[in-house]
């Protein structure tokens, strides 16, 4: 988000300044390279692939500021005037209050984020720092606790198993009103296993919500390994999207993506004359708003629909369903990106979309071209808008809502 002087209200603190020991790869863990690419250049990626600006801070080793700033310019290009490089401190929690420092005054939102989560979607930074927001408190992604876990004495022996219903993994990045933060930071007297501790133990209230998979922490060669195999699978399915699509723009070779899927999408959403419209990833000023989970924007979760059947990756619900907070009050741009995200992973990407949307308002006759384009940037794809009524028939004759039809065609791997 971006505050009255136009500077970034969100920051995000990229802890990198860890030895890395149990990584055992004789380099800060940071600085470890993950099939030709630095963890620290990995974790940057989906920061800087945010729909919303950040201030980033990155706090890495003393003697390797002049690695990491090079580094930076490396992966951020012509953006990398929005990181900034500082020193950490002999603990994580000291790395930390270095990189708080040197936030901007416009910050009013800080995530601290482990560089050793490199995989983290760009989607989990915009859902800790949107609950930030939203909450007023700090807020950590979570996934649920799988194994069976046992309580043991020093020798080894069981003691007891505990619940494991009341037990969450925690991941990062994590989030906090940026004074609250910086507050307790200054008032710690201990030190603490992560950033939600300190703020509890400082007496703020911390809220978990979902958090995703992929966001695992590198800690041993294991987990190096899977992440060597996450980052060829990923670059093989980017390196194929690139070569169809030069190869179809130069018309000069048969393209390998030779399978062609279609898929289906409708959503309806009622008007709720208290929330804003958000349609077609437009505003819409003076109309009433579309009642959900999210921000009602039933154009793109028509899409978001046709799309993943085209794919056959599911639907929005079981993608992003309304049981999940990360999705709460979300715009439209956020499910199409994650969507595309899933159709990337798949090796798969949009041949076109068109939409049908019915409904006696809002009036889209000057605005269709518009909204085409929008959509059209979004989904790197051609998008076709048409709109009709229902004659007076059905709740969306009566004005109450509005229906949307989208068909997708997506091209996948033969």
């Not at 069981?158 to 004074?179: I, K």
């Amino acid at each position: 988000m971006v505050g009255a002087s136009g500077e970034p209200t969100r920051g995000v603190v990229v802890v990198a300044a860890g030895s890395g020991t149990r990584l055992a790869q004789g380099r800060p863990k940071a600085f470890v390279e993950v099939a030709g690419r630095t963890i620290l250049e990995r974790s940057l990626v989906p920061i800087l692939r945010s729909p919303e600006p950040y201030q980033i801070v990155v706090v890495a080793p003393l003697d390797l500021l002049a690695e990491t700033r090079s580094l930076v310019a490396t992966v951020a290009g012509a953006a990398a005037g929005s990181v900034d490089v500082v020193a950490g401190g002999l603990t994580r929690q000291s790395s930390v209050a270095a990189g708080l420092e040197a936030l901007a005054p416009a910050i009013d939102t800080v995530l601290v984020h482990d560089t050793a989560r490199c995989f983290t979607p760009t989607a989990q930074f915009e859902a800790v720092a949107s609950a930030v927001e939203r909450l007023g408190h700090g807020v950590v992604p979570g996934l649920p606790v799988s194994d069976t876990i046992k309580r043991v004495a020093p020798d080894a022996t069981v003691v007891e198993t505990v619940d494991r219903s009341e037990l969450v993994a925690m991941q990062t990045p994590q989030g906090f009103p940026r004074r609250a933060l910086a507050e307790a930071y200054a008032a710690a007297g201990a030190e603490h296993t992560d950033d939600a501790a300190l703020f509890a133990a400082a007496g703020h209230r911390v809220t978990v919500i979902a958090g995703d998979a992929s966001a695992f922490k590198i800690t041993t060669p294991w987990d190096l390994g899977r992440a060597e195999q996450l980052a060829v699978e990923q670059a093989g399915a980017a390196r194929l999207v690139a070569e169809n699509a030069g190869a179809a723009r130069a018309g000069t070779a048969r393209p390998r993506l030779e399978r062609i899927s279609t898929g289906i999408g409708i959503d309806v959403h009622a008007f709720d004359d208290g929330q804003p419209l958000r349609l077609g990833l437009l505003d819409w000023p003076g109309e009433a708003g579309l009642a959900g989970h999210s921000d009602g924007d039933a154009v793109a979760h028509a899409i978001v629909d046709a799309l993943l059947s085209a794919a056959a990756l599911g639907d929005i619900g079981s993608r992003f369903g309304t049981d999940d907070p990360r999705y709460a009050g979300a715009s439209g741009e956020v499910f199409l990106r994650a969507t595309l995200a899933l159709l990337d992973e798949a090796g798969a990407r949009v041949g076109n979309v068109a939409l049908q949307i019915v409904g006696n308002r809002p009036r889209l006759a000057k605005r269709r071209l518009e909204m085409q384009e929008s959509l059209a940037g979004i989904l790197r794809a051609p998008v076709s808008v048409s709109a009709t009524t229902t004659d007076g028939l059905g709740f969306t004759g009566r004005t109450e809502g509005v229906t949307v039809v989208a068909t997708a065609l997506v091209h996948l791997p033969a």
